[in-house]
């Protein structure tokens, strides 16, 4: 069985990806599928929340080699729980939300069925934090220091 998923942010309107994987891939496995997909860097921290048909948040499986949830097929995630929050930067609170579109039989391999737009920027996931990123680019800015109105 394959699977096909719509992803999906809230950080630009401009991208989407729709996805084909094998149902028997584990979460772990989707996981890494998206990282080299969107150009990431591996991030131990990501982890996928289980959502209902309203986007209710529900479980978190941290993605991890360590967590055996995250071994979990996500075919069998999928009968269930058909979208699928994805918080690729946990430092920063950011996600991607899924949505299986479909199903149809088959063990082809994983592939990318449509894109538009450039996936948000990974940001760094070192010491910063996304408000001192956009600060920086106000480091240039030549303001006058003097304050005297006369």
């Known amino acids: 069985m394959q699977l096909q998923f719509r992803m999906y942010t809230d950080e630009d309107d401009l991208f989407l990806r729709d996805f084909r994987v094998p149902g028997k891939w584990t979460l772990l496995e989707f996981h890494q599928f998206l990282t080299e997909e969107l150009q990431y860097t591996p991030d131990p921290t990501a982890s996928i929340f289980l959502a209902d048909d309203t986007w209710e948040w529900g479980e978190e499986i941290p993605l991890s080699d ?19 929050i994805y918080r690729f930067d946990r430092k920063n609170d950011r996600f991607m939300y899924l949505e299986m579109t479909g ?48």
Do not use: C, K, W
Not at 68 to 74: F, G, S, V
């Open 66 to 84: 360590d967590n055996p949830e995250a071994l979990t097929r996500i075919g069998l995630l999928a009968h269930d729980n058909s979208r699928l």
């Open 103 to 150: 199903m149809e039989a088959g063990d082809g391999q994983a592939e990318v069925i449509f894109a538009n737009g450039e996936a948000p920027r990974q940001f760094d996931t070192g010491e910063g934090s996304l408000f001192e990123e956009a600060m920086n680019e106000f480091d240039d800015f030549e303001g006058d220091d003097d304050y005297d109105d006369e």
